[in-house]
């Protein structure tokens, strides 16, 4: 199903105030508009991702992944424009605690169909006070990685900033 995300359908209606389990992140909201600016631009958000009213993409945790140092999310975020020529899928988010002080890096599905994951962006997490039993975590720091470079035409630069994240579980647990 393809969804339009870059006009006023194919959101998901919810109440921003009661945020849903999963990883929420405007990825980058300078692309998004970018975007949306094109007379084809075109976004869908599918297989466990969905969008708000305020183009924040919502990927739900994924159930099956089970790691002390990785959280994983599903779904799949997509841009087109300019007749085909941009394509951008983000899909399958994973993020990966590296070191101490929260450095970790955020993966996704390879775009162009291997099966090694891209490494996309780096940043820093920090654990937060979640709602009722819930966990939560905000990521800061979201720089574009080299190997994420060519997924944007070349137009950004390692180090390019991204648009910061949160992520909210469902039960607390130890930190990694
Ligand atoms: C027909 C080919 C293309 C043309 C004519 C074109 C044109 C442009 C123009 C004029 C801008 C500046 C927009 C602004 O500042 O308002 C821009 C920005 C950008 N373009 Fe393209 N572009 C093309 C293809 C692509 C492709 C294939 C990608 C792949 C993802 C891409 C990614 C970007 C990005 C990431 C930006 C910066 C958005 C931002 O953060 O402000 N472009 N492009």
């Known amino acids: 199903m393809i969804s339009d995300v870059t006009g006023d359908s194919g959101k998901d209606g919810r109440d921003e105030a009661s945020p849903l389990p999963g990883l929420r992140w405007p990825i980058k909201r300078s692309f998004v508009n970018y975007v949306r600016s094109l007379a084809d631009g075109q976004g ?8 708000s ?3 924040e993409f919502t990927y739900e945790i994924d159930p099956d992944f089970s790691s002390i140092n990785e959280w994983r999310f599903r779904g799949d975020v997509r841009f087109a424009g300019h007749a085909g020529l941009l394509f951008v899928r983000i899909a399958d988010p994973g993020i990966r605690v590296l070191g101490d002080e929260g450095v970790a890096e955020l993966t996704v599905v390879d775009p162009y ?12 997490v920090l654990a937060q006070d979640g709602p009722g039993d819930t966990e939560a975590w905000v990521g800061s720091d979201v720089r574009l990685c080299a190997d994420g470079v060519e997924l944007f035409n070349d137009v950004y630069q390692p180090g390019e900033q991204f648009d910061s994240l949160e992520f909210l579980l469902g039960r607390r647990r130890q930190t990694p």
């Open 53 to 55: 009213d305020s183009m």
């Open 44 to 51: 869908s958000a599918t297989h466990g991702a969905s969008v």
């Open 113 to 124: 169909g291997s099966d090694t994951r891209l490494k996309l962006v780096t940043l820093r």
